[in-house]
């Protein structure tokens, strides 16, 4: 494991063989770091080929509305809504962490990763993330995993996203037991995105707000048919 240079977000990077030609760049939660899902790539069941480099980035510290702006390792500063039922986000903080992102991906086409091998993931909001980003990107990405998440900024969404991933592969999974991100929220996500044309593969599990077996092999399976 190695970190990215001191210009961009730090990162844990793990490669499953020498000279990787597909990259995914994992976003941790609100609070983690980006060693909450190093030990899940040993759980994948990935082939020896393609070899791949998981970049695991750790979010800034800023102080967080939701958690009565007590600071942490957040992708962006969100609130809830008068509702409670949806989230109200930061702008400016979004874009930055998008902008950070996009800067990661910059430096993976660098070290000669076409942008069509490179795929982002991400859980609760590092998910959000992971589709507010990937979906506006301006060149062909090889997918996006959005898991215990929904698609923030979603008022601009239709303006904002970008012709070039309107064919991108999106898995998209929930706990139907999760009290942090509702699921009525991830499933209006998903029908949204369907709605505007994109296919999602939609997985409901009975968990909270977590990962669970059965889906780190249904995630593996996604993988296997995304990359190869």
Known sequence: ???????????????????????ILWMHGLGADGNDFVPIVNELALPRNPHIRFLFPHAPMRPVSINNGLVMRAWHDYDLTSSNSAFRENAASLRNSQGAIEALIDREKQRGIA??????????????????????????????????????????????????????????????????????LAAASNLQLQAAGYTVEWHEYAMAHAVCKDEIADIGDWLKRVLI
């Open 1 to 23: 494991m190695t970190s990215t240079p001191k210009n961009l977000l730090p990162a844990i990077e793990l490669e499953t063989g020498i000279r990787p030609t597909h990259t």
């Open 115 to 184: 942008p069509q091998n490179i795929l982002l993931a991400g859980f609760s909001q590092g998910g959000a993330l992971a589709l507010h980003t990937g979906l506006r990107y301006p060149e062909k990405l090889a997918g996006i995993m959005a898991l215990s998440c929904y698609l923030p900024a979603a008022q601009t969404f239709a303006a904002e996203a970008h012709q070039a991933n309107s064919g991108i592969s999106i898995f998209m999974a929930h706990g139907n037991l999760d009290n942090i991100v509702p699921m009525t």
